[in-house]
Nanobody, 118 residues
């Protein structure tokens, strides 16, 4: 199994920035993809950004050009830089890891609140 530890949530003004991290308990090369989902009150969970072991990235249309996902393989950690934040970005953000095998598995971090408000 994989443990995911998140950090970097908080309160920020519109137009501000946050940098978040998610550390995995195994070598992230053994993880097919890592990234973040978010869920706002009354809304469905949605993918925010993800990065695969091969370096491919995927972003929600709503965050393209504003958010950047990256990884540090030595630290088994992925990072999400969130720029030009909007109130619509307010949500609980959950780190996610997908591990492939005979049976694919999803792992989740504890979730952290991001609030964008003046």
């Amino acid at each position: 199994q994989v443990q995911l530890v998140e950090s970097g949530g908080g309160l920020v003004q519109p137009g501000g920035s946050l940098r978040r991290s998610c550390a995995a308990s195994i070598n992230i090369f053994n993880i097919y993809s890592m990234g973040w989902y978010r869920q706002a009150p009354g809304k469905q969970r949605e993918l925010v950004a993800a990065i695969t072991s091969g370096g491919s990235t995927n972003y929600a249309d709503s965050v393209k050009g504003r958010f950047t996902i990256s990884r540090d393989n030595a630290k088994n950690t992925v990072y999400l830089k969130m720029n030009s934040l909007k109130p619509e970005d307010t949500a609980v953000y959950y780190c996610n890891a997908v591990v492939l095998g005979l049976v694919g598995r999803d792992y989740w971090g504890q979730g952290t609140q991001v609030t964008v408000s003046s």
